[in-house]
């Protein structure tokens, strides 16, 4: 039976037109296929067959109009031959991962109960202390007959009530300053104790002297001791037990290492025999063979590190998208679900970066449990305390609670466990909870006679629980991330917990173990430098097998490879499946499409006029058709996909959503309705540039974190972009990130009424600062074409390290043809648009990007017509390529007097025209004025100077000087300085077009 397939409700579009008839009479289609294509001023969309079938006729045509209702064609329906559901195989074969750990009932702790509930000293407020004691003693049995959870059940039943009942509860974000687990529910390590000690005191001696070396040889190199001295337990029982290595069988852990504690991994590394003494000696001296980069930096270790981690806040923010992306990942069936987690090292201080807090909640939101933030809080930051006056840990706790996040604190060590027992009163946990960070920073600072009489002579009888402990015994009293039991029972929690992410608050001390020369004092962070007093302390402070004289040398200590200590350390990274940190990519390359794909794109549009963010969507839409490409694309929309006539994307590929959709949506009638999918493709990230930007990251990298090749397209008003986030895109280079960032809305008198902080007239001046990023401006359709299927060559096929920054506008023009051979040029950054040969004697070169080419297009023909000078139109798709070529170029002939000289592309264009260069953009003159050098002609620029503001398209180009008719006076004047004309013609030009000669600079306005 035939049915007709009509064009559904399209929202408020009318008229709009036919551009693609994708399907022919007798083709056998399946529901949802794309039938046709069509087009308002403001986007483009699929519409989909409604069933599947056979189609018996088509009753539209490219270029006619359709509305809701329109009959677009008929099909015979048949049996539906459901398309198979595309699988990507992982490139990978994985490796088993580790045996899972029993299972629990939930709760972050085994299901041994604790009796946790500690009787608070009587208070001023308790107007019956025995009634009190009872309400505790009750919760208490309930613990200890029928477990913590139907506890924590009763007890929220008793909050929920007390709301209802109008009672003003206290903040309950925050839980005592103690252990989050008890040491009756502590996971035990099956680890060797005093091989892992001698070991992780090998390690702290090597990371110490790497930096003492390099500071001998230059002050100038820096380094950092202290951070490390505090967080060697926290990596080293994650080295010893959890951290699982990717290898053939296996997708691998993957760390973000605190950048400041670089000198441990390196010191690991040199244990591990990857590393040799001779590298450790060129820690922070890069420059020659055989350095070793100061922080994390992949562009510098390409097969060691695999994440930057400073600049401090952008470690976190990219873990976060990086855990979220590896779910996105599992949901869509490109790879499988193999329990892998995300481990983020982080300290105290850094937590007060924007990034380091500002997508806690996304991850609690989007459920990640494969997600561990460890934050080692050591109390101080730079310069002094993180929160001398309070708790950054109690602070920190309330913060990720609150947000929905699993909470472990590990603060105390073993040794306070029968203090803790002890306190029945509940005196110490006071005495704890009101110690601020400033006291507690001091007590270590100090030593055991100052800790009694500060910590616990507050209360005559805390001073009596300690009063047959020596002042060593006090001194022993250690802080939990110092101490691997309670370390491995946080980690083995955190690995067993289900549904949200989890959060490690370890508190240590900087410098630990530095004494006098660092040790928990304000100046610890700047420390580069140990006396020999110093280095001996620290030798003989963590058992070093070293002679005085080595000591004195700055020896590094490597065990015999025969011995306990190399081969604990080896089998224990073999059972977790190799080497961490290490980075390699197995991923398969993506072949580019044809240029067919593009042919469209090529023709000129007639008076159809579109805007190259429009022709950009198409072409993404050209792609989603593409087998090989479209299950690897992945779109990220920070909130504007109307804005750039991308919502056609909501039905046909799906916005991500890790729990589905939940609701029907308010415009589920119609074809764009907004769409969310446990499979979906789309990342919609909201108003959030840097959380986009970081899950571009973390798409651009998936070829070496998950052995998968996507590509990542972000799309974003092009003023949110690099200045928005910058240090994330530099971070992005040095990442190796490969995938396009496309500035829309771009040009600062393009986008036009949104004003002055949305009007961008340097984005490319930002982009060009990134060595690795490839930039272009273009102004037509087939120029777009042409760099997209180039950037997916270079990038997905031949794998290169790059990323495209690519701008597009919001005006509607019509689009000419491709000239014939531009594709070299339109690559390289500019190419013959037109030729104006009127056989004039006078002729100029004009240059122009993006949509002020048209106005130089438009100036052309009027200096031809009114003024009988003939012109070169270039169109110029990049003048921060054309830099880099002339700068090399330029390089190599000064480091090559006795050679021939070589030619830029620039100099090849220009060296046969006559006539000076005019160039103009839609960004400020230094855009143009990169490319002066190179040009070896007269050479004038123009461009949008100073801030934007709103008006239409017209006026703004007129207030910035970078319309035809000042484009046409500036030419002229400039002809008549190089006395190729008459001066009187320029100041013709200047009354006849009204230009006010005696207004401000517009950068001054």
């Given at each position: 039976?035939?049915?007709n397939i009509?064009?559904?409700d399209?929202?408020?579009?009318?008229?709009v037109?036919?551009?693609?008839i994708?399907?022919?009479?007798?083709?056998?289609?399946?529901?949802?296929?794309p039938?046709?294509?069509i087009?308002s001023?403001?986007?483009s969309?699929e519409i989909p067959?409604?069933?599947?079938?056979?189609?018996?006729d088509?009753?539209?045509?490219i270029g006619?109009k359709?509305?809701?209702?329109?009959?677009?064609?008929?099909?015979e329906?048949?049996?539906?031959?459901?398309?198979?559901?595309?699988e990507?195989?992982?490139?990978?074969?994985?490796?088993?991962?580790?045996?899972?750990q029993?299972?629990?009932?939930?709760?972050?702790?085994?299901?041994?109960q604790?009796?946790?509930v500690?009787a608070?000293p009587?208070?001023?407020d308790?107007?019956?202390?025995i009634?009190?004691?009872?309400?505790i003693e009750?919760?208490?049995?309930?613990?200890e007959?029928?477990?913590?959870p139907?506890?924590?059940y009763?007890?929220?039943?008793?909050i929920?009530q007390a709301y209802?009942?109008?009672?003003?509860l206290?903040?309950?974000?925050t839980?005592p300053?103690?252990?989050?687990?008890?040491?009756?529910?502590e996971a035990?390590s099956?680890?060797?104790?005093?091989?892992e000690?001698?070991?992780?005191?090998?390690?702290r001696?090597?990371?110490?002297?790497?930096?003492?070396?390099?500071n001998k040889?230059s002050?100038?190199?820096?380094?950092?001791i202290?951070?490390?001295?505090?967080?060697?337990?926290?990596?080293?029982v994650?080295m010893?037990h959890?951290?699982?290595a990717k290898?053939n069988?296996f997708g691998?852990?993957?760390?973000y290492f605190?950048?400041?504690?670089?000198?441990?991994?390196?010191?690991?590394?040199f244990?591990?025999?990857?590393?040799?003494?001779k590298q450790l000696d060129?820690f922070?001296?890069?420059v020659?063979k055989?350095?070793?980069?100061s922080?994390p930096?992949p562009?510098?270790?390409?097969?060691?590190?695999?994440?930057?981690?400073?600049s401090?806040?952008l470690g976190p923010?990219?873990?976060?998208?990086?855990?979220r992306?590896?779910?996105?990942l599992?949901?869509?069936g490109?790879?499988?679900?193999e329990g892998?987690?995300?481990w983020?090292?982080?300290?105290?201080?850094?937590?007060d970066e924007p990034?380091s807090?500002?997508?806690?909640?996304?991850?609690?939101r989007e459920?990640?449990d494969?997600?561990?933030?460890v934050?080692?809080?050591?109390?101080?930051?730079l310069d002094?305390?993180?929160r001398?006056n309070?708790?950054?840990?109690?602070?920190?706790?309330?913060?990720?609670?609150?947000?929905?996040?699993n909470?472990?604190?590990?603060?105390?060590?073993?040794?306070?466990?029968?203090?803790l027992?002890?306190?029945k009163?509940?005196?110490?946990?006071?005495r704890m909870n009101?110690?601020v960070?400033?006291e507690?920073?001091a007590?270590k600072?100090?030593?055991?006679?100052?800790?009694r009489e500060?910590f616990?002579?507050?209360?005559?009888?805390?001073?009596e629980?300690?009063?047959?402990?020596?002042?060593k015994?006090?001194?022993?009293?250690?802080r939990g991330?110092?101490?691997?039991?309670?370390?491995?029972?946080?980690?083995?929690?955190?690995?067993?917990h289900?549904?949200?992410?989890?959060?490690?608050?370890?508190?240590?001390?900087?410098?630990?173990?530095?004494?006098?020369s660092g040790?928990s004092?304000?100046t610890?962070?700047?420390?580069k430098?140990?006396?020999?007093?110093?280095?001996?302390?620290?030798?003989?402070?963590f058992?070093?097998?070293?002679?005085?004289k080595q000591?004195?040398?700055?020896?590094?200590y490597?065990?015999?490879?025969?011995?306990?200590?190399m081969?604990?350390?080896?089998s224990?990274?073999?059972?977790?499946?190799?080497?961490i940190?290490?980075?390699?990519?197995?991923?398969?390359?993506?072949?580019a499409?044809?240029k067919?794909?593009?042919?469209?794109?090529?023709k000129?549009t007639?008076?159809?006029?579109?805007?190259?963010t429009?022709?950009?969507v198409?072409?993404?839409?050209?792609?989603?058709r593409?087998?090989?490409?479209?299950?690897?694309l992945?779109p990220?929309?920070?909130?504007?996909?109307?804005?750039f006539?991308m919502?056609?994307?909501?039905?046909?590929?799906?916005?991500?959503?890790?729990?589905g959709?939940?609701?029907?949506?308010?415009?589920s009638e119609?074809?764009?309705?907004?769409?969310?999918?446990?499979?979906?493709q789309?990342?919609e990230?909201g108003?959030?540039e840097?959380?986009?930007?970081?899950?571009w990251i973390?798409?651009?990298?998936?070829?070496?974190?998950?052995?998968?090749?996507?590509?990542?397209?972000?799309i974003f008003y092009?003023?949110?972009?690099?200045?928005r986030?910058?240090d994330?895109?530099?971070?992005?280079?040095?990442?190796?990130?490969?995938?396009f960032?496309?500035?829309?809305?771009?040009?600062?008198?393009?986008?036009?009424?949104e004003?002055?902080?949305?009007?961008?007239?340097?984005?490319?001046?930002?982009?060009?600062?990134?060595p690795n990023?490839?930039?272009?401006?273009p102004?037509?359709a087939?120029?777009?074409?042409?760099?997209?299927r180039d950037?997916?060559?270079?990038?997905?096929?031949?794998k290169?390290?790059?990323?495209?920054?690519?701008?597009?506008?919001?005006?509607?023009?019509?689009?000419p043809?491709?000239?014939?051979g531009?594709?070299?040029g339109?690559l390289?950054?500019?190419y013959l648009?037109k030729?104006n040969?009127?056989?004039n004697?006078?002729?100029?070169q004009?240059?122009?990007?993006?949509?002020i080419?048209?106005?130089?297009?438009?100036?052309?023909?009027?200096?031809?017509?009114?003024?009988g000078?003939?012109?070169d139109?270039?169109s110029?798709?990049?003048?921060n390529?054309?830099?880099?070529d002339?700068?090399?170029?330029?390089?190599?002939?000064?480091?090559n007097?006795n050679?021939?000289?070589?030619?830029?592309?620039?100099?090849?264009?220009l060296?046969?025209?006559?006539?000076?260069?005019?160039a103009?953009?839609?960004?400020?003159?230094?855009?143009a004025?990169?490319?002066?050098?190179y040009t070896?002609?007269?050479?004038?620029?123009?461009?949008t100077?100073?801030?934007?503001?709103?008006d239409?398209?017209?006026?703004l180009?007129?207030?910035?000087?970078?319309?035809?008719?000042?484009?046409v006076?500036?030419?002229l004047?400039a002809?008549?300085?190089?006395?190729?004309?008459?001066t009187?013609?320029?100041?013709?030009?200047?009354?006849?077009?009204?230009?006010?000669k005696?207004?401000?600079?517009?950068?001054?306005l």
């Amino acid at each position: 039976m035939a049915q007709n397939i009509s064009v559904p409700d399209i929202g408020d579009f009318k008229d709009v037109e036919v551009i693609e008839i994708l399907v022919k009479p007798g083709d056998q289609i399946n529901k949802n296929d794309p039938i046709v294509t069509i087009e308002s001023d403001k986007s483009s969309v699929e519409i989909p067959s409604p069933s599947a079938g056979q189609i018996k006729d088509l009753k539209v045509k490219i270029g006619d109009k359709v509305s809701e209702g329109s009959l677009l064609a008929t099909i015979e329906n048949g049996q539906a031959t459901s398309t198979p559901k595309q699988e990507i195989k992982k490139e990978l074969v994985k490796e088993e991962s580790i045996p899972e750990q029993p299972k629990t009932n939930g709760n972050i702790n085994p299901v041994k109960q604790v009796k946790k509930v500690f009787a608070e000293p009587a208070s001023k407020d308790d107007i019956d202390p025995i009634e009190t004691n009872e309400w505790i003693e009750s919760l208490n049995s309930v613990i200890e007959s029928d477990g913590a959870p139907r506890a924590s059940y009763l007890l929220n039943k008793v909050i929920d009530q007390a709301y209802k009942s109008g009672l003003v509860l206290p903040d309950t974000r925050t839980t005592p300053y103690i252990n989050t687990i008890p040491p009756e529910a502590e996971a035990k390590s099956p680890g060797d104790q005093n091989i892992e000690k001698k070991l992780r005191a090998i390690i702290r001696w090597n990371a110490a002297a790497m930096v003492v070396k390099a500071n001998k040889k230059s002050s100038e190199l820096g380094g950092h001791i202290g951070t490390f001295a505090s967080a060697a337990t926290l990596y080293d029982v994650g080295m010893n037990h959890f951290w699982r290595a990717k290898n053939n069988k296996f997708g691998g852990d993957l760390i973000y290492f605190q950048g400041h504690s670089a000198p441990g991994m390196y010191a690991r590394a040199f244990l591990e025999g990857r590393l040799s003494a001779k590298q450790l000696d060129g820690f922070r001296q890069e420059v020659g063979k055989d350095g070793l980069s100061s922080y994390p930096h992949p562009w510098l270790m390409p097969d060691f590190w695999q994440f930057p981690t400073v600049s401090m806040g952008l470690g976190p923010i990219m873990a976060i998208y990086q855990a979220r992306f590896l779910k996105y990942l599992i949901n869509r069936g490109l790879v499988k679900d193999e329990g892998r987690k995300i481990w983020v090292f982080l300290g105290d201080g850094e937590m007060d970066e924007p990034e380091s807090m500002g997508a806690i909640g996304l991850a609690a939101r989007e459920k990640l449990d494969n997600l561990i933030f460890v934050i080692n809080c050591n109390l101080q930051r730079l310069d002094g305390p993180v929160r001398g006056n309070g708790k950054i840990i109690q602070e920190l706790e309330g913060s990720f609670r609150g947000t929905g996040w699993n909470v472990i604190k590990v603060i105390w060590g073993s040794y306070w466990d029968k203090l803790l027992i002890k306190d029945k009163s509940g005196l110490l946990v006071k005495r704890m909870n009101e110690c601020v960070d400033g006291e507690y920073q001091a007590f270590k600072a100090k030593d055991g006679l100052y800790v009694r009489e500060k910590f616990f002579g507050k209360y005559p009888e805390l001073k009596e629980m300690v009063s047959t402990m020596t002042d060593k015994d006090i001194w022993r009293l250690n802080r939990g991330g110092h101490d691997p039991h309670k370390v491995y029972a946080a980690y083995h929690s955190a690995m067993q917990h289900k549904g949200s992410p989890t959060v490690i608050l370890a508190k240590t001390i900087k410098g630990y173990g530095m004494g006098k020369s660092g040790e928990s004092i304000n100046t610890t962070h700047q420390q580069k430098k140990l006396d020999e007093e110093d280095l001996l302390y620290y030798r003989d402070r963590f058992g070093v097998p070293l002679t005085d004289k080595q000591v004195k040398n700055i020896e590094y200590y490597k065990p015999n490879e025969n011995s306990e200590e190399m081969k604990y350390l080896k089998s224990q990274r073999t059972k977790l499946g190799g080497f961490i940190p290490e980075r390699s990519s197995f991923a398969k390359k993506i072949k580019a499409p044809p240029k067919e794909i593009f042919d469209n794109f090529m023709k000129s549009t007639g008076d159809k006029e579109m805007s190259t963010t429009m022709a950009l969507v198409r072409m993404l839409t050209a792609l989603l058709r593409d087998k090989n490409i479209s299950p690897r694309l992945v779109p990220i929309i920070p909130d504007e996909a109307r804005t750039f006539g991308m919502e056609g994307f909501f039905q046909k590929i799906g916005i991500y959503a890790h729990e589905g959709q939940k609701y029907e949506p308010v415009d589920s009638e119609q074809l764009s309705s907004y769409r969310e999918d446990k499979s979906g493709q789309v990342l919609e990230e909201g108003i959030n540039e840097s959380g986009a930007m970081s899950s571009w990251i973390a798409a651009g990298t998936s070829y070496t974190n998950h052995d998968l090749e996507m590509i990542p397209i972000y799309i974003f008003y092009s003023m949110f972009g690099f200045q928005r986030v910058g240090d994330l895109a530099w971070a992005a280079g040095d990442s190796q990130a490969r995938g396009f960032l496309i500035g829309a809305t771009a040009g600062r008198t393009t986008l036009a009424g949104e004003g002055l902080q949305h009007q961008d007239g340097h984005s490319h001046l930002l982009a060009s600062n990134i060595p690795n990023c490839i930039s272009y401006d273009p102004t037509f359709a087939y120029e777009m074409a042409v760099i997209l299927r180039d950037g997916l060559k270079r990038m997905h096929e031949k794998k290169e390290n790059i990323f495209y920054y690519i701008t597009a506008m919001n005006e509607n023009y019509s689009h000419p043809e491709k000239p014939k051979g531009s594709d070299e040029g339109i690559l390289k950054g500019m190419y013959l648009f037109k030729e104006n040969n009127n056989k004039n004697k006078t002729k100029v070169q004009l240059l122009g990007s993006g949509t002020i080419l048209r106005e130089i297009i438009s100036a052309a023909e009027i200096l031809s017509k009114d003024y009988g000078i003939d012109s070169d139109v270039w169109s110029v798709t990049s003048f921060n390529e054309l830099r880099k070529d002339g700068m090399e170029t330029e390089r190599w002939n000064l480091l090559n007097p006795n050679e021939k000289k070589k030619k830029s592309y620039v100099q090849k264009c220009l060296e046969k025209t006559d006539g000076p260069v005019i160039a103009a953009s839609d960004y400020t003159r230094s855009f143009a004025d990169q490319i002066r050098p190179y040009t070896e002609k007269p050479f004038y620029s123009l461009g949008t100077d100073g801030y934007g503001r709103s008006d239409t398209r017209k006026n703004l180009r007129k207030f910035f000087e970078v319309d035809k008719e000042h484009i046409v006076a500036y030419t002229l004047s400039a002809l008549a300085k190089e006395q190729l004309v008459e001066t009187k013609k320029a100041e013709s030009a200047i009354k006849k077009f009204k230009i006010d000669k005696d207004r401000d600079f517009p950068s001054n306005l």
